[in-house]
């Protein structure tokens, strides 16, 4: 019987380098442009040390992935979940899409769905449409609640709120011209897009309630 070769303990700080590395590479180059023996060698230390890490690049970029969507998850209920009014959670909700797609080219490339990644089914059909359905259903119901508390219009076709979300997180995509040709800076645009999406969904303001007249003052006649 051939004995078989001790595997040396994984080393979290390593493991964690080559994560940090490959996320630069698979963002910069894609999937199948990342060179597992530059992503080592940018993470100082050898290929077989990489190996001992990760079994192939696939499961490393399924790491990368998970740990990212990770952070991003724990990012949004820090920031967007704990809003207590349901129209600013809904705003927030862009506008949260839009900083992350400016500040991570990595989740730009996962939100339109890479074709390198989504060659590689990281996630199965039926796992994505139930997670469409909860995100549905939870974006329904902060309709519903800024309809009952007065801060969403009675009137708003609430199933197509979280489509038009689904829409609208797309925009920085589309701005790329318009900010190149300095017509208009890709902040103030994405501002924009969410002030109209605000004022689309508030309930309008009830008016001030109407001062009563008080009697008409009589003049003093002249003597």
């Not at 490339?109 to 990281?122: H, Q, S």
Request: proline content about 6%; some cysteine; hydrophobic content about 45%.
């Amino acid at each position: 019987m051939v004995a078989r070769r001790s595997q040396k303990p994984r080393d979290p700080a390593r493991r964690q380098r080559i994560l940090e590395a490959a996320r630069r590479h698979f963002t910069q180059h894609g999937f199948k442009g990342t060179n597992l023996d530059a992503v080592a060698a940018e993470a100082g230390c050898a290929k077989g040390a990489l190996y001992l890490e990760f079994a192939d690049k696939e499961s490393l970029l399924r790491e990368v992935v998970e740990q990212s969507f990770a952070a991003i998850g724990a990012r949004y209920a820090e920031e967007v979940m704990s809003i207590a009014s349901p129209l600013e959670r809904l705003v927030a909700t862009l506008r949260f899409a839009y900083r992350q797609l400016l500040a991570d080219p990595m989740f730009g490339k996962l939100l339109r769905e890479d074709p390198d990644f989504r060659a590689l089914g990281l996630t199965s059909d039926s796992q994505k449409v139930e997670e469409g359905k909860a995100q549905l259903a939870m974006i329904r119901g902060w309709v519903d609640e800024g309809i009952a508390r007065g801060e969403i219009r009675a009137d708003i076709d609430r199933d197509a709120v979280p489509i038009v979300i689904g829409v609208l997180r797309f925009a920085p995509q589309h701005l790329g011209m318009i900010a190149e040709l300095g017509l208009f800076s890709t902040e103030r645009a994405l501002d924009a897009i969410v002030d109209v999406f605000r004022a689309g969904l508030a309930a309008p303001k009830s008016p001030p309630p109407a001062k009563r007249a008080g009697p008409t003052p009589q003049r003093r006649s002249k003597r």
